[in-house]
């Protein structure tokens, strides 16, 4: 199949994306589509954006398997003290950053310190500050001390990622690292490319190169990929995926996803501090519905933020139901003055579902007494509002680390965690649950705590999860090996283009 090159610009409509087709491609290099915006190379920003580069660029010290059982990466073996109290950690030796720098402990270190230093915003910051002390008595060893066991430590290395210690911070146009490619050209909104580590520890990849196209929007990605200009696109539902699983020239597939929606509410806001009105809205969110849109027969709802087999899964807790005569008794049982005004943070140009939920929920608030204006922004601007400035009332949003240890999720998402919360929520006998869960290997004693979270969790109602994500994607025939980390990121070090 011929496949063509393009360069899109930020401007170009979905036609002229299409249009922007020019000469052949070079052999084996593999075009993935996306609608997201990369604006830089920051490992730790962790937004969907970024998802097809971090691990193809950055090295982990571990990464799971298909078993969720850690393998080594940049750390060949670890051991743990008696009372799991420090983690020893031997590196691997003979690795290289791009840059042609030789990787020791001391990157190791600069990381962690990237990591914790508030003013860079990593999203793993306060599951790394489980760590309270981190030695390098040489260069391939690391000493990590906890203030109490550590049972997700493996779920942070999952999401740590090794940057040059004499480079870290400067992410805007390139990247350090020590993975299987190397960033040879980034242009936010347009195209990022990342070309082979010939010099790579674990071997040189089969592409020369992976180029990370931003997309106008979903269906120019489809109608790129269907006309060979694209080799993989990722992040679909169920009705884009179904033309190409009756085409033999297309492979079609679903990947792990630890990536879940949910509506986040704005506790700063008067009328969302009200618990009746959260629990209208909660009663008005049509999950089934949202589900089987997105996808199909792989749909299932969730109203606890983890999947059924999470140790800190209880059933009595997924309690949620969809019922507006519920809904509107308790609005006006809220003692609130009718209707309520609000308003709904969405991003098309993030994933096209933030805006569909919004759109149906504002459909099913109006006849119980509330109107939900949606504010429809760019991916920056977006990320500025809810992010950074938190200002917002209502945000369609979607979560990571769904499909790991309850502790990666509630200590380090900004939706959950008890420090910083997005919505501004703060419930002391919450933050002790979470941290006592996160705190003991004993599983009974986990147990006990995630229960106590999930009862504050359904009681309070300040985040409402809605469905997990499944990870569909198209790829060309030509295009196997893709792999996919735990989170459901792409990994292109074993991936290659068949003649």
């Known amino acids: 199949m011929t496949k063509l090159s393009f360069r899109l610009l930020p401007s170009l409509t979905a036609a002229a994306f299409v249009a922007a087709a020019g000469t052949a491609l070079a052999d084996n290099v593999l075009r993935l589509g996306q609608t997201a915006t990369l604006p830089n190379l920051d490992p730790f920003v962790l937004a969907p954006a970024y998802e097809p580069m971090v691990n193809n660029v950055y090295d982990t010290l571990t990464r799971y398997d298909g078993n969720m059982s850690p393998e080594p990466r940049l750390a060949e073996s670890w051991e743990f003290s008696d009372d799991g109290l420090t983690l020893t950690l031997k590196l691997r030796e003979g690795v290289a950053f791009h840059s042609g720098k030789a990787f020791t402990s001391a990157d190791v270190r600069a990381s962690f310190d990237y990591v914790v230093n508030p003013d860079n915003g990593a999203l793993i910051r306060g599951f790394a500050q489980r760590i309270t002390a981190l030695e390098t008595p040489d260069d391939h060893a690391v000493v990590m001390t906890f203030e109490a066991p550590f049972p997700g430590v493996f779920d942070l290395f999952e999401l740590f990622y090794i940057i040059d210690g004499e480079s870290s911070g400067d992410f805007g146009q390139t990247a350090n690292g020590t993975g299987p490619f190397t960033v040879a050209s980034h242009e936010p909104g347009t195209l990022t490319r990342l070309d082979r580590n010939a010099g790579y520890w674990n071997g040189a990849p089969s592409l020369e190169a992976v180029e990370i196209v ?52 704005n506790l700063k806001v008067p009328a969302l501090q009200n618990p009746k009105v959260r629990e209208a809205i909660d009663l008005a969110l049509d999950r089934e519905r949202i589900a089987k849109l997105f996808f199909g027969s792989d749909a299932k709802t969730w109203c606890l933020p983890y999947h059924p087999n999470s140790i800190a899964y209880f059933e009595e807790y997924d309690n949620c139901e969809f019922d507006l005569g519920k809904a509107k008794a308790a609005l006006e049982a809220s003692g609130e003055s009718l209707p309520i005004e609000l308003k709904i943070l969405t991003s098309t140009e993030i994933r096209t579902e933030y805006t569909t939920i919004a759109e149906i929920l504002q459909a099913d608030l109006q006849p119980i007494g509330i109107n939900l204006t949606i504010e429809n922004v760019d991916a920056v601007g977006y990320r500025s509002t809810y992010v950074d400035r938190r200002d917002y009332e209502i945000a369609s949003h979607a979560f990571g680390r769904a499909g790991k ?18 919505t501004g929520y703060e419930n002391p006998a919450y933050s002790e649950a979470v941290k006592a869960g996160g705190s003991t290997p004993v599983l009974e004693e986990r147990r006990a705590a995630y229960r106590e979270v999930a009862r504050i969790f359904r009681e309070d109602r300040f985040i409402l999860p809605i469905i997990p994500r499944v990870r569909l994607f198209v790829s060309q025939d030509e295009v196997s090996s893709v792999g996919w980390s735990a989170d459901g990121f792409a990994i292109f070090e074993n991936a290659e283009i068949s003649e």
Not at 225 to 251: A, H, N, Q
Not at 405 to 422: H, K, M, Y
Request: net charge negative; no cysteine.
């Open 214 to 265: 931003t997309a106008p929007n979903q269906q120019a990605a489809l109608l790129s990929l269907r006309s060979g200009e694209l080799d993989l696109v990722t992040e679909l539902g169920w009705v884009d995926v179904l033309p190409f699983s009756r085409d033999g020239d297309f492979v079609t597939g679903s990947a792990p996803s630890g990536v879940a929606h949910d509506l986040s509410l």
């Open 405 to 422: 240890d309850p502790s990666a999720l509630l200590e380090t998402t900004v939706v959950f965690r008890p420090d910083g919360n997005i």
